[in-house]
């Protein structure tokens, strides 16, 4: 076995710096030297509900970027040194039809998470990204593109993918009108995302004070969601409508503005909804989901934000203040996705 430092679980609010077990390489693996990772709010909730009796380990962390170390006598793809990205699936059953779609987040025995899942070959619970070290399916690392900053490039592993995936499924480009609900984590990139596949970009929110962050990001106009008569007046308007807004609530309001044949795709929210059957049929309109994204897009995903110098807005802090930014987060005082700088584990 291969020896990391790491932070685990110690409870529902707090991690403790220790000592990693990462399997020896196999033949297609490779060991990446984890530089930053991403705190997501998956992160919150894989701790809120960690039960430290059940006897497995919880070490958080799926979006995170940094450099080849080693590499298994088949890989070919990467060498030693080489600068990669890695999201919130590192495997899958590889035969099921989403698989052979390139749409391994939907495999049918379910994708092997980078944390809190378990290995296909020996049953081992996989240990996340806030660790120094991470031994991977070279098919399920990316290269880094070349002008994306490695600490503002690995929130696009989770979010960023998550908000492409709709996006680009729902065919958004020039002369589409996007709508964003909520300007936070997930939000801030489906701006940019949009607003670089040339749609009209909205974003949504009660938070007036965001208007200007709205504006830097690329949004055309932002709706305050409080005011009834300026909802009113954006009626059937939107083509797609992403609602990345993490707490229960009732979608008719974000319906009404999805135009003739558009979509309203959840993306924050994904338990129980309750819909009218009248709220879709009155224009033909359709309520979607989707999360994380499949090999092909992800690849995909990580070229367009290249291309378009598109990287989450981020706040840095050492690794050694994770317990700090698990805190903000719960408050929701970030703008807009803290990243881990793993190096103080040296």
Not at 106 to 112: G, I
Not at 184 to 209: E, N, P
Not at 280 to 306: D, N, V, Y
Request: hydrophobic share 40%.
């Amino acid at each position: 076995m291969r020896t990391t430092t790491g932070w685990q679980a110690a409870g529902p609010t707090a991690l403790r710096r220790t000592s990693l077990e990462r399997r020896d390489l196999r033949p297609d693996d490779i060991a990446v030297q984890v530089d930053y990772c991403g705190v997501c709010h998956s992160d919150l909730h894989a701790l809120q509900a960690y039960d430290q009796q059940a006897g497995s380990p919880l070490v958080p962390g799926h979006e995170f970027t940094g450099v080849v170390t080693a590499t298994g006598p088949d890989v070919t793809t990467f060498s030693i040194g080489d600068r990669v990205a890695v999201g919130n699936i590192v495997d899958s059953c590889g035969e099921c039809a989403m698989c052979e779609a390139g749409q391994e987040n939907f495999c049918h025995s379910f994708p092997t998470l980078t944390y809190g899942g378990a290995d296909r070959q020996d049953g081992a619970t996989t240990l996340g990204g806030y660790s120094r070290e991470y031994v991977v399916r070279d098919a399920f690392a990316y290269p880094l593109p070349a002008g994306l900053d490695p600490a503002g490039a690995a929130p696009l592993m989770c979010a960023g993918v998550t908000v492409w995936e709709p996006l680009h499924s729902l065919g958004v480009g020039p002369g589409s009108r996007v709508a964003v609900a909520g300007l936070g984590g997930l939000g801030h990139l489906a701006v940019k995302m949009a607003v670089a596949l040339g749609a009209t970009t909205t974003v949504i929110s009660r938070s007036q004070d965001k208007r200007d962050d709205a504006r830097k990001l690329g949004a055309h106009d932002l709706i305050d969601s409080t005011d009834a008569r300026l909802m009113a007046s954006a009626r059937d308007t939107f083509d797609v409508v992403i609602d990345t807004i993490s707490a229960p609530h009732d979608l008719a309001p974000y319906l009404k503005l999805v135009a003739m044949d558009g979509t309203l795709s959840l993306l924050g929210y994904l338990g129980p909804v309750t819909v009218e059957a009248m709220d879709l049929l009155i224009g033909r309109k359709k309520l979607g989901s989707a999360g994380s994204g499949g090999r092909p897009a992800t690849a995909e995903m990580l070229r367009f934000c290249a291309d378009n110098g598109i990287a989450a807005d981020i706040e840095v802090l050492p690794s050694s203040q994770v317990d700090t930014a698990l805190d903000r987060l719960r408050r929701n005082d970030v703008r807009y996705r803290f990243v881990l700088d793993m190096s103080d584990l040296d």
